[in-house]
């Protein structure tokens, strides 16, 4: 350790000291108090609790989301995608690799991070309220919440996100009981932090923070009078921020988005997340779906705690708005909006279930205030009933227990496997010395760990046509798409491998199931792979039970059906199917995605009297889409149903119809309905 290494070691030791003692409420006085001994044991109990049931719900095996990609990030070493979060990507860089591949490693950071910040979340209840009962409510209540729960069980930013917050909150809550401006320069060091963490969730919350100063406002502005207060501040916050210096010196990323950031004009748009305008702006957000997010957001936030609590939540805010500070109630209300209210409208996602499920773990700060004032309202209600301390601790634990009761079903995951059975029957089935084009979150993140970490498959290689993630890239992510078409295509003439996709379409293509190959030829239309026959029942076996999948699941499970469909299709144009097979095509033509692909299939081959037939198919599927379909493959029903329409005998005005619902639903110029309905419109005027 160099001379001036230890100075810097020994402030950040005493910082971390303090916040320690500041969280267990631990004074360094030669005195006990028996109460505080007593604080103490509950708040520990709070987080072995919570850390005990998220590890008995938790999978044990790769899930979705950013599951895989963070795996990889962590094990294998890299950048994460924008905005990158050095924070978290630097401590499980250091905490997994001991214990080799294993996905519980990474879904226990999170288990650990969420049981700390009910820890904190009950230090700060205690502060506002003296009250170890409420504050237990309140952290239980939080960390048996809907999302808060889903995320403490997969490797992920958010409940690390949580934590910093609700450190920083406890800082502020210190300084305004006591005024001593150490907390202060702790809490910009965290604050820090927290913008190295994940920035966008913290900015947005960052006004309920201010108004934590409320209570020694005069005194804050007074001290800012000092100079050396505001550069304790900045450095201490500078100090936070460091962090983010890891994503410039990580050369030659094994894993990366955009592969190496060299300098700080690189590193600036990265964390300013610009990588991804070009698909924030590729949606069909407008207005409505301003509003459809909000009253989606409003039932979200209604049934984080379960409907049950609500008449509790309202009476704790009336409790807290009567009985409390005023500022406290801002500052939840502030806190509740911030990252519900205020970033859906700066979001430009389109309001449907897909959308919906990738925004669901923005809120979580944003929910704290729920159990909160759950919190409050049995306090309140207490109070007003004169029960019993022991009436009190046992209805106490009855509602605690019934929240978490209510989010079991949905956040109890230690069966689930599925997903990782399926990126393994993939990797499996390939042939030897294949070239597979990953292209979204499923092949990119759960075959990129399956295959990289894990080890399955080695002789398999992964490739993005985005030249994203991988290190392996042809060129730059910041080439044009029609450069990067043009690489790629020269890429896959000239390569002796055989290369498969199932998310980049490939001409001509031989359908293999859940996947097709594009070269080298010679190339059949088709070709059975008994491999991937087994993959395709489980996959309907899920889409059987598709209620209880989320939209990513879902339309994972969507575009493998649409794929094996398109193969299945294609074997009985072509061939006679066996028993299994016809009983296996008869299963995905019964679900929404497989009536798609059988349109998507039949309708070019222009068969005499096939109409009837297709159009009974196209009826059953408008009549059968599942809640989590998005609203392009909804368009698309409607777009075959009016091409149905005009087979002989044609009916122009019915087809038109089902055209212009098809333009309602996904009004983008890629919909080909805008040019049909456009020529039917033009026949008619002539």
């Known amino acids: 350790m160099g001379p001036e290494a230890a100075p810097v070691s020994v402030t950040i030791l005493q910082i971390l000291r303090d916040a320690i003692r500041l969280n267990l409420q631990i004074e360094p006085s030669p005195g006990r108090d028996p109460t505080r001994t007593t604080s103490i044991f509950l708040m520990l109990c709070v987080g072995l609790v919570c850390l005990l049931l998220y590890r008995l719900t938790m999978p044990a095996s790769i899930t979705l989301e950013d599951a895989g990609l963070f795996q990889m990030v962590c094990q294998l070493g890299g950048i994460s995608h924008p905005p990158g979060y050095p924070l978290f990507t630097s401590i499980c860089q250091f905490a997994l690799p001991p214990f080799g591949s294993s996905v519980l490693a990474g879904n226990m950071l999170s288990a650990i991070f969420a049981s700390l910040a009910c820890m904190v979340i009950y230090s700060c209840i205690h502060q506002m309220t003296s009250s170890m009962t409420t504050a237990v409510v309140v952290s239980l209540s939080y960390g048996f919440s809907a999302t808060f729960w889903s995320q403490a069980l997969i490797i992920e930013v958010y409940t690390f996100a949580v934590l910093g917050y609700v450190v920083c909150w406890r800082l502020l809550l210190a300084y305004s009981a006591k005024g001593n401006e150490r907390y202060i320069y702790l809490a910009a060091f965290t604050f820090g932090l927290c913008l190295s963490n994940h920035w966008p969730l913290m900015v947005l919350s960052t006004p309920a923070l201010v108004l934590g100063l409320w209570p020694k406002i005069g005194e804050f502005l007074n001290q800012l009078k000092r100079p050396i207060v505001w550069v304790l501040i900045l450095l201490c916050f500078v100090a936070g921020m460091t962090p983010y210096a890891t994503i410039l010196f990580t050369p030659s990323p094994e894993i990366a988005l955009i592969g190496e950031v060299s300098s700080v004009r690189e590193l600036v748009p990265y964390i300013a997340r610009s990588h991804y305008d070009v698909i924030d702006n590729q949606t069909v957000a407008g207005f409505s779906d301003k509003l459809g997010y909000l009253m989606w957001l409003t039932g979200e936030t209604a049934q984080q705690l379960g409907i049950v609590a609500l008449p509790v939540v309202l009476v704790g805010m009336y409790a807290g708005w009567h009985h409390f500070p005023k500022w406290m109630t801002l500052q939840l209300v502030v806190l509740l909006l911030g990252t519900t209210v205020l970033l859906a409208m700066l979001l430009n996602f389109s309001s449907e279930p897909l959308y919906h499920a990738t925004y669901k773990p923005y809120p ?20 007003r009933l004169h029960l019993t301390q022991a009436i009190k601790v046992l209805v106490s634990v009855v509602a605690v227990v019934s929240i978490g009761m209510g989010n079991l079903a949905q956040n109890d995951r230690h069966t689930d496997n599925w997903v990782e059975q399926h990126g393994i029957d993939v990797l499996e089935s390939l042939p030897r010395n294949a070239l597979y084009l990953a292209s979204d979150s499923f092949e990119v993140g759960v075959l990129g760990y399956l ?22 890239r042809l060129t730059q992510p910041f080439t044009s798409i029609e450069d990067q078409t043009e690489v790629l295509r020269d ?4 390569t002796e491998r055989p290369f498969f996709a199932a998310g980049l379409k490939l001409e001509p293509a031989e359908y293999w199931g859940g996947y097709h190959r594009g070269g080298p030829p010679p190339l059949r239309s088709v070709v059975r792979n008994s491999k991937m026959d087994t993959a395709a029942d489980r996959l309907l076996d899920q889409y059987d039970h598709s209620a209880s999948l989320d939209a990513i699941e879902f339309n994972v499970v969507f575009q493998r059906l649409v794929q094996f469909t398109r ?13 299994g097979e016809g009983h296996r095509l008869d299963r995905l033509q019964r679900t929404f995605p497989g009536r798609l692909a059988t349109l998507e299939m039949l309708l070019p081959e222009n068969r005499a009297g096939a109409k009837p037939v297709l159009h009974e198919i196209a009826m059953e599927g408008l009549s059968d889409i599942p809640w989590q379909a998005t609203r392009a493959s909804h368009a698309l029903m409607f777009e075959f149903a009016g091409h149905i329409s005009l087979l ?22 890629s919909n080909k309905s805008f040019m049909v309905l456009s020529q039917l419109e033009k026949n008619q005027n002539n």
């Open 567 to 579: 193969q299945y299709v294609r074997l009985a144009l072509t061939s006679t199917l066996t028993e």
């Open 491 to 494: 890429f896959l003439v000239h």
């Open 451 to 472: 295959n990289k970490v894990v080890g399955i498959r080695p002789d398999i290689e992964l490739r993005s046509p985005d030249n994203q993630f991988f290190s392996n």
């Open 648 to 669: 002989p005998p044609a009916d122009p005005e019915s087809a038109k119809i089902f055209f212009s619902e098809s333009t309602r639903l996904y009004p983008l110029e």
């Open 364 to 383: 979580i700060i944003a929910y704290l205030p729920m159990a909160v004032w759950f919190g409050l309202g049995l306090n309140f209600l207490f109070e």
